[in-house]
Each structure stands twice: as structure tokens, then as C-alpha cells.
């Protein structure tokens, strides 16, 4: 790279601030361009998981994944730091019927992993106030967490720190830069120079927060949802709707997951949820497109599905590794853009 090349980063969310601030740290001069006020994304609507284990066990789209959801969760620790916040790597616990606990151990198993099996007395300890039925559960350390809103905002510090530009504005192409990242997540308004946004689809999901029940216990995860704890509350997720791209409320989607939630928690049952929503983007194979695109100087950092947090310093170093013509490692084939192209 050019010492100094211009770079415009289209998107705000968890890929283009990450990415913003890597591409700045290896000596660009960068600038980000999103309509949206900070954290009206839906980087900004999520619980902030970095749940490599869980997804795979849960989630059919990541399961072929585990190792690189592994690998990207392994270089959070360096953006820790560079930012100044603080991951909670409390873990995560499973719980429910003995159906459902037994198909989630099988498959933590397959994936070579031996969590740690919790009578009621562990649970108490660390889910305080879990549904008396719950008697049993599965710990598993390797899942973490972080806040997503007050990290989005430690991104954007340490972004302008380094030199960052920001423009409250969409960009529709270069904007005078010597190359274009797009990380606008579902967006496809850039389709022009990346055509390889047509294999995304949009998810719309639904979290729900509430201040009734401070929780502070580990994240824990049962039929239907999860609930982990957020700055003196709680919040319950989370929906997934394919090809739904409108950010409405719907109270229909809402009340199951406040039961699903309940059902963990009991004191969820009487408690005053604000729901939130958010569009997330996923490919067919539920990886993100990361690196270069068809047309020169276009760059791709988008599609993370639900997992654009766990990925994003992954995805950062891929980007800087196109840019810099650096050494891309493992994953740079398994994500790239072209991988659709003879489909």
C-alpha cells in the first residue's frame, strides 16, 4: 500500500468501524461514510456476542464454520486492548428439557469440546433466578461477550483517534478515494460496483431490553432464546426473519420471545420490554463476503449473518491484508467474494 492511500469505508457498523480503524493503523487515510447516527445499525441492535461454540451448535448455517468462528474470536483480545474495553469471557450456559440439553451436548461433543455439566447449586450461582425446573445445565468458557453499544462508540473514539474522517452521509462510489470497503451490511445501493451484493439476503431480527430485572449472571441460552445482562437490565434475543428487510416492531414476533425468555427467568414474565430491530445480511453459505470485488479498488465486508461482532477483527485484518498485499492467512479463500462466482 501506498503510505497514505485514500480509502473510503461505506458503513458504520461493527465490520466498517473495525476495519476503519485496522486500514488506519496501517497507514491510510481513511474515511467513513453512513447516513445513520451511531449505533442505529444493526451492529448496534445485538447483545454483542462472540459465540463461536454456541453458534455452531445452535445454528445449522454456522456449524461447518466452528474453526473459523474459533480463530476470529482468538483476535479479539488485541482489539481489547487497541480500544479500551472489556470482553466478558464469563462464558455461557445451556439449559432446559432433557431433550434439548442432551442434543446440545451430542453436539458440543462433535465439535470436540467437553463442557462442564452444572447441577441446580452451580446454576443458582450463576443464572440467579432461573426458572426452578431448570435443574441441570452445560458451561462452555470458549463463548464471550461484549456491550455492543459502548463498543461500537470505543471503535469510533480509537477510529478518530487515528486519523479517521467521518461523514454523516451514504456513499455512492469512490467519494475520491483509491478504494471503496463496502461494510454496509444489508445494503445493496453500491451494487453498481459490487455486484457481488446480489447473493445477499437480508434476516430482520428482533432483540428486547428491559431495566425491571438487573441481571448479572452468565449468558444463558434455552428453546427459543437467549438472555444475558446489559448495564443494570437485561436483554432477551433474539428473532431471525429471512428476506424481511423492514425495521418495524412486530408485536407478533415480540411476545414469543418475551415467553421464550420467561420461560428461563420467570420475573420476564411481568417485565416492560423495549423491543428493538434490526437487518443483518447473510450469503448462502452464512459467511461474509471479505475482500476484493470484481471491479478495481472495490473491496467487500459485508454478509457476517449474525456474527458480524465475533468476525469483525478477521474480517479488518483481510481487508488490510488486500490492501497492503500483506499475508491474508487461513480463511481469506473460504470468505472471498469470488467464491459464488461459478454458481
Known sequence: MTKGAKITVAGAGALGLTTALALADAGAQVTVYDPAGPGDNASGVAAGMLAPVFEAVLDAAAAPHFDLLLAARDLWPALEARIGVVVDRSGAVATGDPAYLSGVDGRLHGLGLHPAELERRALDGLAPGLAPEWGRGLLVREDWRIEAGPTLAALRRAAEAAGVEFRSAAATGFEGGERL????????????VAPELSQLSPIKGHILRTRDVDYRGVVVRGPGAYVTGAPGGLTVGA????GVEDRAVEPEQVAPLQAAGA???PQLAEARFAAETGVRAATPDGLPLVGRGRHHGVLLAAGARRNGWLLAPLVARLIVACVTEGEAGPYAERLSPARFDAN
Open 263 to 265: 420461560r428461563l427467568f
Open 239 to 242: 428473532t431471525m426473519q429471512a
Open 181 to 192: 470497503v463496502i461494510a454496509t451490511g444489508g445494503g445493496r445501493d453500491l451494487a453498481v
